[in-house]
């Protein structure tokens, strides 16, 4: 993680990592103020509160109260050597718990982080640098060996090579790259967890049998996500880049809607309309690029050649961000590579998809087979050597699709978790299945995997697979483990060359009567493909480009980010539109407009409830205001603080709306329940003196948004390198508007 210092008055110090500021100081005995704890003293305070927090995880696992759970430390100092210091922690446990569940709680303490990292010893290395934000040098532990060659199948490089080719990619883009967790807790089975230091919010996860080829993993995807602006996703991209000749890619081009909102000629194709507009529901408007969100500039669209006949056929950028998210991209140290990667995931969610909706019951893959495979083995038996049975599935449906799966039991909690892997060969398959399902896990975290069941409907709601897709936590069907099972199991064999995969996977596509649409994206260093296949690979309903559209940010982001300055008649719009919008009051506004506000404030919990609500008080709206605290206090689960505000706002409101009732009579108690400074924001708040408290104002400029500039200066690293990369001289390319497809 990267800490950046900044040198306060006197000898004050504040560090700012990700969304948090620590601010340090020194006592008064040694010049200081006294104004903060001292950076010893959160070292020492961060190591109990480390193995407090793996008390409480284990206890929670376990439904075990910890009201009457207290923990101490203690550090004793050596007299002789003051850098030698023995950390007692004593933990007092209610007699009530078992024998079993003391002993746990105390392994559970031996788990901290900070206790093993100073048991371990850390290195520190000291230097200086001629400038902190031009040091872009990747925070990697694992640095390639020149000296080694490690093949593994699917790579058409060793791995020590692929690792130095894309930490080089990332440090010449000027991303520092740090790894924030690696696990390792079943044999044969790693995963970790990158992130750019300076953006966060560009991460990813990477697995693999070993180390190098989890971090492997971690940077192709990390690679492929940067080329195909997933990080970016629904994300507002600033005014300066909206305006630009290019928004996303210098070969973009923008189509303006007819004069009716039909859709303009150009974009899509027949086969495509067939599938995204069958009824001629779909708008221009519809299609609006979210990032920019420039109206005026029509339909942002990308090129995509038809694999069938090589034609090129635009895809708005609106509609992929809608429906595929990062389904259908791969990096590779080769174009083949990264199709085959590339396609066997859009094969595994696919199957995946037709598997949990249709409750097939699969076959085991038989011991004899497995054991062609002892690593694998070695990491299935780990897992129920800790008490999770597992199942291990052919998922090919036959032999049709180079697809496995492995399933997790939980008997503690009756929860279950079917990972899926896809590959040409059998073998990787199974491995991707098995590495997947430990991904980023404790053996505490599957813990919250869910119990199957026998209804068909809440298998086959469409949101299941989304969470399914997004971390594999959906329900799947009690007949998915019947012994009966629909297919006879097939030890299937896809495998060969890269260029050979490839050709095989896009020719099951082609017997499925599937079209196949792939951008490839070099301008990185390294081939990056995305392969779209309309009515097969998309996440989300088609639908929901008409009823749920991301694009809908920008009825209200403007607004939104100009609250503070709206005068009455302009907020009164901006209620009704939200209320007219029917959606969901717990909509968070984040998701709403495509901001990434920090979570620690009160932007960051905002929902459209409680906008709503605000809005009301200012503008004196008092029987509305009172429904809306009144839901917000029953459903909503925000901070203490802003809880305990919107308990007193309830008060003063029901004291407001009585005629027998004086705020006087009730203040100076209300004053010692809240405290002076909350009473001042709530009696201010319903009598329209202080609006929007806790929002701080901010504007379409995102002054004081940092996390989202953070998110954009991310992206403008990106955005420069296109641009360089296409010689600088750019257009903005528009088509004209036309009537092709009425709606």
């Not at 081009?253 to 899509?268: H, Q, T, V």
């Not at 490839?502 to 017997?511: K, T, V």
């Not at 097969?536 to 480009?545: A, G, I, Q």
Request: hydrophobic letters at 40%; aromatic letters at 10%; one cysteine or more.
């Amino acid at each position: 993680m990267e800490i950046n210092v900044n040198f306060l008055d006197n000898l004050r110090l504040e560090a700012k990592f990700d969304d948090f500021t620590v601010v340090t100081d020194q006592p008064i005995r040694y010049k200081g103020d006294g104004s903060a704890p001292s950076p010893f003293d959160y070292f020492l305070a961060s190591s109990a509160l480390c193995a407090a927090y793996f008390v409480r995880v284990y206890c929670l696992a376990r439904d075990i109260p910890t009201e009457n759970i207290r923990l101490s430390q203690n550090n004793i100092v050596d007299p002789e050597n003051r850098y030698n210091q023995i950390f007692r922690i004593e933990v007092e446990l209610p007699e009530d718990i078992s024998e079993k569940d003391r002993q746990g709680i105390l392994r559970s303490i031996d788990r901290c982080t900070v206790k093993k990292v100073v048991q371990t010893g850390p290195t520190f290395e000291i230097e200086t640098v001629e400038n902190l934000d031009a040091d872009a040098q990747a925070l990697l532990m694992v640095k390639p060996d020149s000296a080694q060659s490690t093949y593994i199948e699917g790579k058409d490089l060793p791995l020590e090579q692929t690792i130095a080719n894309m930490t080089g990619i990332l440090a010449d883009l000027g991303m520092k790259i740090e790894i924030s967790s690696w696990r390792n807790i079943v044999p044969h089975v790693w995963s970790l967890h990158i992130r750019d230091a300076a953006s966060p919010m560009c991460f990813t996860n990477g697995k693999g049998a070993t180390k190098e080829s989890a971090l492997c993993s971690a940077l192709g995807e990390f690679i492929e996500r940067l080329s195909c602006n997933f990080f970016y996703n629904d994300q507002f991209f600033g005014e300066e880049i909206a305006n630009s000749a290019f928004v996303h890619y210098p070969n973009e081009e923008w189509f303006k809607p007819g004069p009716n909102d039909e859709l303009p000629e150009g974009i899509l194709d027949d086969h495509c309309l067939a599938i995204y507009n069958p009824d001629g529901e779909l708008a221009g408007s519809n299609l609006i690029d979210t990032n920019s969100g420039k109206v005026e500039r029509g339909i942002c669209a990308l090129p995509f050649v038809r694999q069938s006949d090589g034609e090129v056929v635009y895809f708005p950028s609106n509609l992929i961000e809608n429906l595929f998210l990062s389904n259908g991209m791969s990096a590779g140290n080769t174009l083949q590579e990264a199709q085959v990667q590339c396609l066997s995931e859009i094969f595994e969610r696919a199957v995946k998809k037709q598997i949990i909706e249709e409750e097939i019951a699969l076959p085991d893959v038989p011991l004899s087979v497995l054991e062609k495979y002892p690593n694998i083995l070695e990491g299935i038996r780990g897992l129920e050597q800790q008490g999770f049975p597992v199942l291990v599935k052919d998922a090919s449906l036959g032999g049709e699709f180079p697809v496995m799966c492995v399933t997790l039991m939980n008997p503690r909690t009756g929860g279950v978790f079917a990972s899926f892997g896809a590959h040409p060969s059998f073998e990787v398959a199974l491995e991707r299945s098995l590495t997947e399902l430990m991904q980023g896990r404790s053996f505490e975290g599957l813990n919250d995997v869910p119990p199957p069941t026998f209804n068909s409907l809440a298998v086959a709601e469409p949101n299941n697979f989304v969470e399914h897709f997004i971390d594999s936590t959906g329900v799947v069907s009690w007949r998915f483990f019947s012994a009966r099972s629909d297919y006879e199991f097939c030890e299937w064999d896809f495998s060969g060359t890269n260029e050979e995969e490839a050709n095989r996977l896009f020719g099951i596509l082609e017997d499925l009567g599937k079209e196949a649409y792939m951008a490839v994206h070099e301008d990185l260093g390294a081939p990056v493909c995305r392969i779209l296949v309309p009515g097969y690979s998309e996440v989300y309903e088609v639908e929901d480009l008409i009823w749920d559209n991301t694009n809908k940010a920008l009825d209200y982001r403007e607004d939104i980010l100009n609250l503070h300055s709206l005068d009455d008649e302009q907020l009164n719009d901006l209620a009704e539109r939200l209320e007219e919008s029917q959606m969901d009051d717990y909509t968070d506004i984040i998701t709403l407009i495509g901001i990434e506000f920090d979570e620690n404030t009160v932007w960051g919990q905002l929902t459209i409830l409680e906008l709503k609500l605000l809005i009301n008080l200012a503008l004196q709206q008092h029987e509305e205001a009172l429904e809306r605290t009144e839901a917000f206090l029953q459903f909503n689960d925000n901070t203490v603080e802003r809880n305990l505000f919107y308990r007193a706002v309830n008060a003063v409101l029901e004291i407001a709306l009585d005629d027998e009732l004086e705020l006087s009579d009730y203040e100076v108690n209300l004053r010692r329940m809240f405290g002076d400074e909350t009473m001042d924001a709530v009696i201010g708040s319903v009598n329209g003196e202080v609006r929007f408290h806790g929002l701080t104002p901010t504007n379409m400029q995102l002054e004081g948004l940092d996390k989202h500039l953070r998110l954009i200066e991310s992206y403008r690293k990106l955005h420069a390198l296109r641009g360089a990369k296409a010689g600088g001289n750019v257009v903005a390319r528009s088509r004209p508007v036309a009537d092709k497809h009425p709606v």
